[in-house]
């Protein structure tokens, strides 16, 4: 197995193991981002009924050792929310909506890398391909073969290019898309946080 993919990069040239390197760069932010995001997430419907009992019976020590349980970005918010307490509404809004921007920025880390692994290992395929291309034409004139069994044989090779572009950049472009989307569910769980938390401030200031 090893032998046959170090014969394909190598069949490839450069260009393939520049695509092989973006794919290995991909992959590290995936799995990095993946665990993050794990990390990072939890069922807000549990934390905010517990915590709603604590500020119930007002108890801001039960309510903060509660937030401090666990390190995910709804924790922090409601963290930052109840340290805060005594502030207006339109401040601690605004503090709210500081720490949303926050948590969604680290949320977002690392997939611009990924977007440019999915735009650029299909251009090197290209450039592979026609640089291949290039060479083929170029050596044709000094080849003891049919010219059409040249072809054959030099535009495959060539080919090898396009298809190691396109197989690291379609699954970049999925995972992408699977882990923009979920920047964009926590954004909003966030979101309803911060109304949750400015709702608490009303009915118990």
Aim: with cysteine; charged share 20%.
């Amino acid at each position: 197995m090893a032998e046959s993919i170090l014969s394909f990069l190598n069949l490839g040239g450069p260009v393939v193991w520049c695509i092989a390197g973006l794919s290995v760069i991909g992959l590290a932010v995936v799995l990095e981002r993946t665990f993050f995001f794990i990390k990072s997430w939890e069922n807000p419907e549990k934390v905010e009924q517990a915590l709603c009992e604590r500020l119930y019976e007002g108890d801001a020590e039960g309510a903060t050792s509660l937030l401090r349980e666990k390190d995910t970005s709804l924790r922090r918010l409601f963290l930052a929310g109840v340290n805060h307490w005594k502030t207006d509404g339109d401040s601690l809004k605004m503090l709210l909506d500081g720490q949303i921007r926050r948590e969604v920025f680290r949320w977002s880390k690392g997939l611009s890398i990924l977007s440019a692994v999915a735009r650029i290992a299909p251009l090197l395929g290209l450039l592979g391909t026609v640089l291949g291309m290039v060479d083929i034409f170029q050596s044709l004139p000094e080849t003891d073969q049919a010219p059409m069994v040249a072809l054959a044989g030099g535009i495959w090779k060539a080919l090898l290019t396009t298809v190691a572009g396109l197989a690291v950049a379609v699954p970049a472009v999925l995972c992408h898309s699977l882990l923009s989307s979920k920047v964009d569910d926590i954004e909003e769980t966030l979101s309803r946080g911060a109304d949750f938390i400015l709702r608490e401030k009303m009915m118990r200031p």
